[in-house]
């Protein structure tokens, strides 16, 4: 186990409702990424928070948001559901010491299963 | 548990054999390269991980090839464990930046 918590475990919601996924990141580390996998697909990079504030974003829309909390926990809220919203969500979190500019290994969740029906 | 990777390419070997799995990525710029094992049910964990001044490193059990020319990369598993089934996902990252781009990945179905 990687000490990365998501709840909840799994999600059903209908078309245009909105969703709040919730990450722990493991203890010590102070960046989390968001991916969302659709069945039978690598994870796609949604975006990253350091410190508070989003450090990168990969290609999706704003009804795509997060948030970064003080003790590094995370949200990420999808507004206006669709169909192809769909897919299990992972977020994954790593201890960047230099602000966005190192690898650092990145450690995983168990994903949040969100089915829009 | 989880269902991942329906329709993926799936690769299948007998127990005490030796895997490779093979992956292609796309970005010439990219220099951090990471293979990730996806159990049913879980979320993707680290195996190995190399960076473009390399094209080989070991790991336990575990070898990460990296073919900077013809952009591949390959994970080879010395005997193979019934444990060792799973989904197989390739990554890289370029810049430093922490965003992975995963490829599609390959199923790994171990006989015993």
């Known amino acids: 186990e990687t000490g990365v918590t998501q709840s909840p475990t799994h999600l059903i919601k209908t078309r245009g409702q909105q969703v709040t996924l919730r990450c722990s990141s493991q203890?010590?580390?102070?960046?989390v990424s968001w991916y969302q996998q659709a069945l039978g697909q690598g994870p796609q990079f949604i975006f990253q928070?350091?410190?508070?504030?989003?450090?990168g974003r990969g290609n999706f829309p704003p009804r795509f948001s997060g948030l970064q909390f003080p003790n590094y926990s995370s949200e990420l809220n999808v507004n206006a559901l669709e169909l192809d919203d769909s897919a299990l969500y992972l977020c994954?979190?790593?201890?960047?010491?230099?602000?966005?500019?190192?690898?650092?290994?990145?450690?995983f969740g168990p994903g949040t299963r969100l089915t829009v029906l | 548990g989880e269902s991942v990777g329906l329709h993926l390419p799936t690769l299948s070997v007998q127990e005490g054999d030796n895997s490779i799995i093979n992956c292609a990525y796309s970005?010439?710029?990219?220099?951090?390269f990471i293979w990730y094992k996806q159990e049913s049910g879980k979320g993707p964990q680290f195996i190995i991980d190399?960076?473009?001044?390399?094209d080989k490193r070991q790991g336990q059990r575990v070898t990460v090839l990296l073919n900077k020319t013809v952009k591949h990369l390959s994970l080879q598993i010395a005997a193979t464990q019934p444990g060792d089934s799973a989904v197989y996902f390739c990554?890289?990252?370029?810049?430093?930046?922490?965003?992975?781009?995963f490829g599609g990945g390959t199923r790994l179905m171990v006989k015993p």
């Open positions: 970005n010439s710029a990219s220099d951090y």
């Open positions: 928070y350091y410190r508070e504030e989003e450090n």
């Open positions: 990554a890289d990252e370029s810049n430093a930046g922490n965003m992975l781009t």
């Open positions: 203890s010590g580390h102070n960046t």
């Open positions: 190399i960076r473009s001044n390399m």
């Open positions: 994954a979190s790593s201890l960047d010491i230099m602000g966005g500019r190192s690898y650092n290994e990145q450690f």
